[in-house]
């Protein structure tokens, strides 16, 4: 990341969640990779990653970076198998399927909130405990 130019900020809290620890850190090493990806087509790349606490104990995991950002029509698709929005970047169309089934597995949900040219956050909430 460093080497491409690309500024990553860490925000945690302290909740603990139940769950696959290998599965939850390959969740997240994909989105890491993705901002990474779709972020190189802007001036200073910016990664933020974070954990917060929800309602109910529920704790969010999140991704956002300041890349080209997703048309709202567009946000469902994403987390469909094979769909790819860019044909211009690297990618097979199953990274989003695997964040969305790996959130379903473990009774949480996945998403994004994104606008066109101002970025996007793709999160993953889980119960907490």
């Known amino acids: ?54 309602k109910g104990k529920a704790v969010e995991f999140w991704v956002r970076d300041n890349g080209p950002g997703i048309r709202k029509e567009y946000q469902d698709r994403i987390f469909e198998l094979f769909q790819r929005l860019n044909k211009d970047i690297r990618g097979r169309g199953i990274g989003l399927t695997m964040v969305k089934k790996v959130a379903e597995a473990h009774r949480g949900t996945a998403g994004v909130d994104s606008e066109k040219d101002k970025g996007s956050r793709f999160y993953l909430v889980l119960p907490g405990k």
């Open 1 to 54: 990341m460093e080497r491409k130019g690309v500024k990553l900020v860490l925000k945690a809290c302290c909740r603990r969640v139940h769950c696959d620890r290998t599965r939850i850190v390959q969740v997240l090493g994909h989105l890491i990779d993705n901002a990474i990806k779709f972020g190189l087509s802007v001036q200073k790349p910016v990664i933020e990653m974070g954990v917060q606490e929800k």
